[in-house]
């Protein structure tokens, strides 16, 4: 296999991926279409709607046939493996080390292609490599498919079956109690014998195989399996096994079974159809940019869907009506009224509101701290200029949302108000890089602040945190107290 590692929002055309891949320039040609028909790529020329806010950058110039890279992910065409690495990483990186990238990829993808994978929509292809860590995932749950038989024995040594008992033997009747002196057991045995229990085996040996010969177990922190050496060619054509899934699913009954066996039909299916186009096969997303913001609103601890009753303060009297609201359901939305024909003005229903990415609230001794983050998954580059950073509407809306909540920071004795961007770095530590302000937007006075801190953040301890669903740690709290306690406000 030939790895290629190319990076989000690089800019590539055929002559490069032939080096890289080492592979003629017209199959360069043919692999960049593949990868641009499939959202992996977009013509350079064309902007990003994701990173319109940023700010001003000299007008680039493109190459004819220069693609840019819109994908975190990794796409296997043949024997080239490629992997697209998230923007914020500077330097190179081997495969082994983007395993909490990965494992990112998998818990956000599992929101929603579980249900997707095993009720699939007529004509849509499902993702192959998905359906080989669902299949993989289940296995780790539920373990292999096997059969329970029932088996009755008499006076065997299961469980005595009373009713069974009662029916086919007569009883002794001793101080008028019967003594059964014969009497019917039953017992369950496991079978993985049968025709599905041993094509469960094959197919997840299969599975672990085509895996690990493009070195993605590793990647994905997958152990190797090895259950069957049966190939599954063995089990006959795809049209007799499908036939055969379909027949155990008119008879299985338990969930996680009948998943099993979509899960299996599918697999079989897909490789029909890998045969018929590309076989090129993908795995990731064109979003990175939401597993950022959900990863740091689980490190964060976002309290936007809290209701007030339950957060840390002392809810003042004046909210005590509205304890059963959340902090973002609190938050006021533009009012229209729009005059009528008889000219009297009418009130319309309510508008959209801003929202904010995170809101979190911390007490320390007589410390009441109000904070409001942005995830924003930039790479900015700060030197003669600061370039492909947030821009002028963030930071407009970021002020903004301070002013939203201001009555009720205000009633309920908020000692600070903190304003931050949490841009992704592959650094191991946090860095406060400074602030931004905008002078037209009204500077409230205290507790409020003026100023959005720009917090450059550990982009794998935000993973992690995404992915074990926790909070930062006191200690990895105390790490960003401290860098504003050494910098202070310029």
């Known amino acids: 296999m030939r790895i290629v590692l190319i990076k989000e929002r690089d800019l590539i055309d055929a002559i490069s991926v032939a ?17 641009s028909d499939r959202g992996v790529l977009k013509p350079a020329s064309i902007s990003d709607a994701a990173e319109s806010d940023s700010t001003d950058a000299p007008e680039p110039t493109y190459a004819d046939g220069a693609y840019c890279v819109v994908y975190v992910g990794v796409v296997l065409a043949g024997e080239i493996v490629i992997y697209c690495v998230p923007k914020y990483i500077k330097g190179s990186v081997a495969p082994s080390e983007l395993q909490l990238v990965f494992a990112a990829l998998r818990r956000y993808n599992s929101d929603f292609e579980d249900a997707a994978l095993t009720t699939p929509d007529e004509g849509v292809m499902a993702n192959r490599i998905s359906l080989i860590l669902a299949l993989l995932a289940s296995y780790e749950e539920h ?7 029932r088996i009755q024995q008499t006076n065997g040594r299961g469980l005595i079956h009373w009713p069974a008992t009662i029916s086919s033997h007569l009883p002794i009747i001793t101080d008028d109690r019967p003594l059964y002196m014969e009497y019917e057991t039953v017992t369950s045995r496991t079978s993985d014998s049968d025709f599905i229990s041993r094509l469960h085996q094959a197919v997840l040996s299969s599975c672990s195989t085509e895996l690990e010969r493009c070195g993605l177990l590793d990647v994905f922190s997958l152990t190797p399996i090895n259950l069957s050496e049966t190939l599954l060619d063995e089990f006959g054509d795809e049209d007799t096994i499908v036939r055969k899934i379909d027949q155990e699913l008119g008879v299985q009954f338990i ?5 099993v066996l979509k899960l299996m039909k599918l697999y079989f299916e897909s490789a029909r159809a890998d045969g018929q186009q590309s076989g090129i096969m993908f795995y990731g997303t064109n979003n990175f940019h939401v597993i950022w913001e959900k990863a740091c609103k689980a490190a964060f601890n976002d309290m936007l869907d809290i209701k007030l009753r339950d957060l840390p303060i002392s809810l003042d009297a004046k909210w005590q ?6 902090l973002l359901s609190i938050i006021p939305s533009p009012k229209w009224r729009i005059r009528a024909a008889t000219g009297k003005l009418r009130e319309y229903n309510r508008a959209k509101t801003i929202v904010p990415d995170i809101v979190s609230i911390s007490v ?16 900015p580059t700060f030197g003669k200029k600061v370039t492909a ?10 002020l903004l949302y301070q002013s939203a909540y201001r009555d009720f920071i205000i009633d309920n004795k908020f000692t600070s108000v903190r304003n931050m961007f949490l841009i992704p770095t592959d650094g191991d530590e946090f860095v406060n890089k400074g602030n931004v302000s905008f002078e037209v937007v009204l500077d409230e006075g205290e507790p409020f602040t003026r100023f959005v801190d720009v917090l450059l953040v550990p982009a794998n301890l935000m993973l992690e945190c995404y992915i074990s669903q ?4 006191i200690d990895e709290l105390s790490a960003v107290s401290r860098q504003f306690a050494l910098a202070g406000q310029e």
């Open 19 to 35: 080096a890289s891949a080492g592979v003629p320039v017209d199959e360069g040609r043919r692999l960049i279409s593949a990868l």
């Open 143 to 149: 373990g292999l498919y096997t059969h329970q038989k």
């Open 255 to 259: 969930t996680w079974k009948q998943d």
């Open 321 to 326: 009506s509205h304890k059963e609201k959340t």
């Open 364 to 379: 320390s001794g007589k410390s009441l701290e109000f904070t409001i983050y942005d995830a924003k998954y930039y790479a």
């Open 389 to 398: 950073a947030p821009g002028t509407d963030s930071v407009t809306k970021q």
């Open 470 to 473: 926790r909070c930062l740690s």
